[in-house]
């Protein structure tokens, strides 16, 4: 379809093998709502509010940019960004999908926006850890969380092309993902920007936007999002960013996560990319108060002590060194699998 709205549904559009139309949609909505499982009620929830008389939905954010809020997200903007996804990834009417994202949250809205919006076969499957383990179909595009991708890595190659979103990819699961015949792309993104505004291939360094999309940074560094296609308003983020140019942009780490460490400024992701691979456990970056260095970097690990070897720490520069590790029973993450920093460490400070 030329120039798509939200009241559209395309023609070619099928959903676990059946072509669907708007009414379909409702009625397929009303049953899953009545009789669906857990993760179809969201479902039906969500194509019920689609299908309505409004042209907004009302979205929870992730906290990407502050504290979560509800927001009013146009569905207008919602079939832009579908477009713009299917033009950054070569997407055509007919391409067959695999959905395996929860509903509840935008990735799983979109990767159904996309569907019927483009026109796409949909697969849709319930959202777990290891979608694929039942499953010898073979598909154009996927989405998926790292979890999932990590659970799936015998089978990925019955993908063609892959997204990956909700957190950082760790370097081991990269390192795998490289091995692979699939196109792997982690992408960039939150509620704001309705699911991802740019995206890059594993092994690469910097993220390139979406079409209808620029970029720029504040007097922190920080990224800011022009996307008049999506949002009437510049989105600035707390994220520290490197731009290559106005479409390219290198992701450094969180404003709020910076560790001010004898007058030196660290950020905590970049120490747990160097730390990649050489600790077999979850673990993050973080700091404590320190009377002489104002701050101290510590090691958060999960799961019983155990002595970490030093040559783990070699490729860290001096202020990077950690002075003190502290484990902890579990390191609590988000419903998307995002680590919780400050959450993790309360009762350890």
């Not at 009241?7 to 009789?35: Q, T, W």
């Not at 890059?200 to 620029?214: D, I, M, S």
């Amino acid at each position: 379809m030329v120039n798509p709205t939200y009241n559209d549904v395309h023609p070619n559009f099928k959903l676990n093998g059946f072509h669907l139309d708007r009414d379909d949609m409702c009625r397929l909505a009303y049953s899953f709502i009545k009789e669906g499982e857990d993760f179809e009620r969201s479902v039906g929830d969500f194509l019920l509010d689609w299908f309505d008389h409004r042209d907004h939905l009302e979205l929870t954010t992730s906290g990407t940019t502050g504290a979560p809020k509800t927001i009013r997200i146009n569905k207008q903007a919602m079939v832009n960004s579908a477009v713009a996804t299917g033009r950054f990834f070569d997407l055509v009417s007919g391409n067959r999908i695999l959905h395996c994202l929860p509903t509840k949250y935008i990735a799983g809205k979109m990767m159904f926006v996309r569907g019927f919006i483009l026109g796409l076969d949909m697969d849709f499957v319930a959202p777990t850890s290891n979608p694929l383990e039942k499953n010898d179909e073979k598909y154009d595009f996927a989405g998926m969380v790292p979890l999932q991708a990590k659970n799936s890595l015998d089978k990925l190659d019955s993908i063609k092309k892959l997204i990956i979103g909700g957190m950082k990819i760790h370097q081991t699961l990269e390192e795998e993902l490289l091995k692979l015949p699939t196109e792997v792309y982690e992408t960039y993104g939150m509620t704001e920007t309705i699911t991802h505004i740019a995206a890059k291939r594993v092994g690469e360094n910097a993220f390139t936007v979406l079409p209808n999309v620029t970029i720029s940074y504040d007097d922190r560094n920080c990224l800011v999002i022009h996307a008049p296609a999506i949002s009437d308003d510049v989105i600035t983020t707390n994220d520290l960013v490197e731009l290559v140019n106005e479409n390219q942009f290198v992701f450094l780490g969180r404003v709020d996560n910076v560790i001010n460490s004898g007058g030196i400024k660290l950020i905590p992701e970049k120490i747990e990319e160097k730390l990649g691979g050489k600790i077999d456990r979850t673990y993050f970056i973080s700091s404590l108060p320190d009377d002489t260095l104002g701050e101290k970097v510590i090691l958060v690990v999960e799961g019983e002590p155990f002595e970490i070897d030093q040559e783990a720490f070699k490729s860290l520069d001096k202020y990077e060194k950690p002075r003190q590790v502290i484990f902890v029973p579990t390191i609590k993450v988000t419903a998307t699998g995002k680590i919780m920093r400050s959450e993790t460490l309360e009762g350890y400070l």
